[in-house]
């Protein structure tokens, strides 16, 4: 009886033990793997679709069995090595690995060089200009000296830091401040109290702006889950929100903002869906608007 | 007087700005395809409407486009009108994968709007895209009839797109 006891334990001790080890393991390569619909999270942390179901490719990947080499070399091969946080050393990415070094070690054996060229001729002039003079002459090659002592141990300095500076989240941040002169539209949604009655919960909300005339494209959207109690939203859309490349807020002069909730969670307006329209508006770099959800889309 | 050693590192730090510039001017969100020059990814599933069983050597035998959309997806609604349009000209066989979609749902939306595909591949789960390298809807596929991916495009299709990347493949 005893016996069975302790051999059940292993058992399971043993289970939760592979169980432990192989979650680890799921944790670590999700990690390391970039969601490509959203910048700067890796799989383990974006609640996009696409890293849901890759997520789980990595999951039921690794209960087959597979190596954590074989699930990258799966990424890469379908969504090459920009899935990959750590790119592989190949040969287009030798210069990304060794580039640094390669120029700070360049730029060693020419320090060395130089401060040894110069300290001769120094030595030289010391020799030759054994008088008065001395010091006139000297000081100002030593101030070269100087010079170039400081601009070649500032290089790899700088290469280091502008390295970093390119690495993706720097970038977007230094693509934000450039951009960040891109129109903006803050929202304040308010949905009316008989409206906000007749909310379930399964709602969702969209919140857009499209130009005052011609194409509905949105050229910003935001959604957002309705709940019952929520009487107020805060949105902002901005030029990233875009659907299509060149239909951006950027793009237009007059646009009207929209706010929809929507019971079929569809992106086209139905009949029976909750909204409020904002008056068209001259569009400026920063925009704020307040918005009533007061009416409901009748039958066509 | 510049010492000619100093024009070293200010051509040097001006060779990486200028890297680093026009990286930021390109899309991140852009990611070449793998796929391009090499065969189409081996999957097998089951038609939208008929539920029959296709593969992709039931495709074989000329080029075609594989639309990747789905009814949910926003830019396809968008593009719609341009793919009934080019399956209008007759030029090329136009095939979908619907992407993580409902049977009911895709149907309904092409009877409401049109269906422009030959046959349509249903991939409810998203598998046979992510082998495909899919990330998001829409995205379409130009492949030649040896089964070989020669362009894919990312976002809603148009006319420009006809004319720069389907008009000099069939002419051919």
Redesign the interface.
């Known amino acids: 009886m005893n016996r069975h006891i302790v051999f059940i334990l292993i058992l399971i001790f043993n289970i939760s033990a592979t169980y432990a080890e192989n979650n680890n393991e799921y944790n670590k390569i999700i990690e390391n793997l970039r969601c ?2 959203c ?1 700067n999270q890796s799989l383990s942390e974006s609640d996009s ?2 890293a849901k ?2 997520r789980s ?1 990595v999951k039921s990947m690794l209960d087959s069995g597979k190596s954590e080499k074989e699930i990258y070399k799966f990424m ?5 090595d ?1 899935v990959l946080y750590n790119p592989p050393l190949k040969k287009s990415t030798f210069l990304l690995w060794y580039g640094p070094f390669l ?1 700070l070690v360049i ?1 060693i054996i ?1 320090l060395i060089r ?1 401060s040894g060229k110069s300290e001769k001729s120094s030595f030289k002039s010391k020799f030759v200009n054994n008088d008065n003079e001395k010091l006139k002459i000297n000081s100002p090659k030593k101030n ?1 000296k100087y010079f ?1 002592l400081i ?2 141990l ?2 790899p300095v ?2 280091l830091s ?1 390295y970093s ?2 690495s ?1 989240y720097m ?1 977007y941040k ?2 934000y401040y ?1 951009e960040s002169k891109d129109p903006i539209i803050d929202i304040t949604i308010t949905i009316h109290n008989d409206i906000l009655t007749n909310i379930s919960g399964n709602e969702v909300l969209f919140v857009y702006a499209r130009r005052s005339n011609g194409m509905r ?1 949105p050229l910003a959207i935001d959604i957002f889950d309705v709940t019952k109690s929520k009487k107020n939203y805060n949105v902002r859309l901005d030029n990233t929100m875009s ?3 060149a239909q951006t807020l950027a793009s237009a002069d007059e646009v009207i903002v929209e706010a929809r909730i929507s019971k079929h969670k569809k ?2 307006t139905m009949p029976g869906d909750f909204i409020g329209t904002s008056g068209a508006f001259k569009i400026k770099s920063s925009n704020y608007i307040m918005l009533k959800i007061n009416s409901v889309v009748k039958e066509e | 007087m510049i010492h000619k050693l100093s024009v070293l590192p200010i051509s040097i730090f001006l060779v990486i700005l200028y890297f680093l510039f026009s990286g930021l001017s390109k899309d991140p969100t852009l990611i070449p395809s793998p796929l391009i020059g090499k065969p189409v990814p081996e999957f097998s599933s089951t038609t939208l409407f008929e539920k029959k069983t296709i593969t992709n050597t039931d495709l074989l035998g000329e080029t075609y486009l594989l639309n990747v959309w789905g009814s949910w997806c926003y830019g396809c609604s968008i593009e719609h009108d341009f793919i009934m349009d080019i399956n209008s000209k007759k030029t090329i066989k136009i095939y979908g994968l619907n992407y993580k979609d409902k049977r009911f749902a895709a149907i309904n939306w092409l009877e409401k709007k049109g269906n422009p595909y030959k046959s349509i591949i249903f991939d409810d789960t998203g598998s046979i895209a992510i082998d495909f390298g899919v990330y998001g809807a829409p995205e379409t596929f130009l492949i030649n009839d040896e089964g070989i991916v020669i362009h894919k495009h990312i976002g809603p299709i148009d006319q420009a797109y006809y004319k720069k990347i389907i008009l000099p493949v069939i002419e051919k």
């Open positions: 490509l619909v910048q679709n696409l179901d890759l490719k890469s091969d379908r969504y090459t920009y120029i730029s020419f130089f070269k170039y601009a070649f500032f290089i700088l290469t502008i500076y390119s993706e970038r230094i693509s450039f494209v659907m299509i490349k992106a086209m």
